[in-house]
């Protein structure tokens, strides 16, 4: 609801109670971070209740943002932007200093498009992802081989991490997995995002051990993260569910709870995130 004031309340809306004793650690991927401050981003991050938010498709470099946004009051913040300008980048707020941050894969054609950030918070590993779209700049399918390459990368590159310890994956997946993940599976097979082969790169990682930690507690239809702008979808809740947080298997039992905000406005998505125990940055 670009510009308008109900746009902006809700944009700057409070989310639900927080579990007593825990933190939040909460994705969004808010199409333009710049944008997304004109409909209240700042708001929205004061009153999250998270510990650390990652952020995909920033579309900025940080050089282009306001010093609100760069270092916004009580967090610490890194970038990781795309060498196309106004495309992809990522970006990291958190209340604790990071002891370190990755942003690349060491793959060039995947690292140009600034898709990654993984942070290390004491003994838990957190990657922030943007995941490719499979769709092409005449609307086919002709990124799908890099979409899936990326995906594949990514996974040998967190796999070592997850065997041996906490770590999170979030972000913009761009791909729903199974048919309760999007309002309309059947019109959708032959599109990127609801490919057989996309929905079974994003199986193999749940079948190697990763949990999608919003289906460990809600296996009810009708919870979407993104919505196309035409035709009112988002009010009448025709939607996809392509935003995560996959867990590993230690990770997953400090969780105590993951969630979707549809009421959060500002972008054409809405953040996710899990409720975690504090211990599992211990």
């Known amino acids: 609801m670009p510009g308008s004031e109900r746009?902006?309340?809700?944009a700057a809306s409070a989310p639900s109670r927080r579990r007593p004793g825990a933190t939040r650690i909460v994705s969004w991927n808010v199409n333009g971070l710049r944008a997304c401050a004109r409909?209240?981003?700042?708001?929205?991050?004061?009153?999250s209740g998270a510990e650390v938010v990652g952020l995909q498709e920033v579309r900025a470099r940080e050089a282009e943002l306001d010093p609100a946004l760069r270092t916004p009051e009580g967090w610490h913040a890194s970038f990781?932007?795309?060498e196309r300008a106004g495309y992809s980048g990522v970006a990291l707020y958190s209340r604790r200093p990071p002891a370190r941050?990755?942003?690349a894969l060491g793959i060039p054609r995947f690292d140009v498009e600034g898709r990654l950030q993984l942070a290390r918070f004491g003994r838990l590993w957190i990657a922030n992802v943007y995941f490719p779209k499979g769709s092409g700049r005449e609307r086919d399918n002709s990124r799908v081989p890099?979409?899936?390459d990326f995906y594949r990368s990514l996974f040998d590159r967190l796999e070592p991490l997850r065997r041996r310890g906490r770590v999170l994956v979030m972000g913009d997946f761009n791909t729903a997995?199974?048919?309760?993940?999007?309002?309309?599976p059947r019109e959708n097979r032959g599109t990127s995002g609801f490919l057989p082969e996309e929905r079974a790169e994003l199986s193999r990682w749940i079948e190697a051990?990763?949990?999608d930690s919003f289906r460990h507690f809600e296996r009810g239809p009708g919870h979407y993260s993104w919505w196309s702008q035409r035709s009112g979808a988002r009010e009448r809740n025709i939607g996809w569910r392509i935003d995560y947080v996959l867990a590993s298997p230690a990770a997953?039992?400090?969780v105590r709870g993951a969630f979707v905000w549809p009421e959060v406005r500002g972008s054409d998505h809405c953040p996710v995130g899990v409720e975690v125990s504090p211990a599992i940055f211990e």
């Open 7 to 10: 746009g902006r309340r809700k």
């Open 80 to 82: 990781r932007a795309a």
């Open 146 to 148: 890099y979409k899936l």
């Open 177 to 184: 997995r199974e048919e309760i993940d999007l309002a309309r």
């Open 252 to 254: 997953m039992r400090c």
């Open 209 to 211: 051990g990763w949990v």
């Open 39 to 47: 409909k209240g981003f700042l708001r929205w991050l004061s009153g």
């Open 101 to 103: 941050v990755e942003t």
